[in-house]
């Protein structure tokens, strides 16, 4: 049998609001393991960064301009 290299994912970018977040934290807490929690918090952590990011992104003036000729074309 043959075997395919396995590409790596993060979590962290399907996490996109804090609801999905505090899910995700909760179910974590609900396995009593504490480096699973741990780790649980460090992707949490990176996902909120991620939203900060594209909020920021999505706040500047260029680009609201742009979505806004392109809604207009």
Excluded: H
Excluded at 25 to 40: F, Q
């Amino acid at each position: 049998m043959r075997s395919e290299p396995l590409t790596p994912c993060d979590p962290a970018k399907y996490l996109t609001d804090d609801e999905d977040i505090a899910v995700f934290l909760a179910d974590a807490e609900e396995t009593g393991d504490a480096s699973y929690i741990a780790r649980a918090r460090e992707v949490a952590e990176r996902a909120k960064a991620m939203k900060q990011t594209r909020n920021e992104a999505c706040s500047d003036s260029d680009y609201a301009d742009l979505s806004k000729k392109q809604r207009d074309a």
